[in-house]
């Protein structure tokens, strides 16, 4: 089925000018990108997105990487997008990546990922909810 799916391009990758290649790799995927916007993220708003996370040993860190530097947040529209944005990422470590994948290439370490993608279609609803309107999203 045709899904949506929210997805981070992380201050890493940010810093480093990714943007246009990693965006390259999910069109290449079939995934359209249905809304997308630059943002700096507060620490707060930080924290409130990765409030599941508040009581892992990295929360701080993550936090504090995420308000770090700009982020691109965006809306991915293509079937099964969920799991074919989480193919396309590859794993949360780099070192546990596959080849070709957006995170074996890019990324720095296991914090410093170069993206977020949802882990599922309830989360993705919930996290696109967090960062766009209904009116922002144009499929
Ligand atoms: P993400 O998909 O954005 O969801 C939570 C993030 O926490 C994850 O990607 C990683 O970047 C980060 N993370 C997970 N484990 C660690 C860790 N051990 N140290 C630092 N950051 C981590």
Same mark, same amino acid.
């Given at each position: 089925? #045709?899904?949506?799916?929210?997805?981070?391009? /992380?201050?890493? $990758?940010?810093?480093?000018?990714? #943007?246009? /290649?990693?965006n390259? /790799?999910f069109?290449e995927?079939?995934?359209?990108i249905?809304?997308?916007k630059?943002?700096k993220?507060?620490?707060?708003?930080?924290?409130?997105?990765?409030e *599941?996370?508040k009581?892992?040993p990295?929360?701080?860190?993550?936090?504090?990487?995420?308000?770090s530097?700009? *982020?691109v947040?965006?809306?991915?529209?293509?079937?099964n997008a *969920?799991? /074919?944005?989480?193919?396309?990422?590859? $794993? #949360?470590?780099?070192?546990? $990546?596959a080849d070709? #994948?957006?995170?074996?290439?890019?990324?720095?370490?296991?914090?410093e990922?170069?993206?977020?993608?949802?882990?599922?279609?309830?989360t993705a $609803?919930q996290?696109?909810?967090?960062?766009?309107?209904?009116?922002?999203?144009?499929?």
């Amino acid at each position: 089925a #045709t899904e949506r799916t929210l997805s981070i391009i /992380k201050p890493d $990758a940010t810093n480093r000018n990714l #943007t246009g /290649k990693i965006n390259a /790799k999910f069109e290449e995927a079939g995934l359209r990108i249905v809304a997308q916007k630059r943002i700096k993220l507060s620490m707060e708003q930080a924290g409130q997105f990765y409030e *599941v996370h508040k009581e892992r040993p990295f929360y701080g860190e993550l936090c504090e990487f995420m308000a770090s530097a700009p *982020v691109v947040v965006q809306v991915l529209e293509g079937e099964n997008a *969920v799991a /074919k944005n989480r193919e396309v990422m590859g $794993a #949360t470590n780099p070192a546990e $990546a596959a080849d070709g #994948t957006i995170r074996k290439e890019f990324a720095l370490s296991i914090g410093e990922n170069s993206v977020h993608g949802s882990d599922a279609p309830e989360t993705a $609803a919930q996290e696109i909810a967090f960062f766009f309107s209904g009116l922002e999203i144009v499929g």
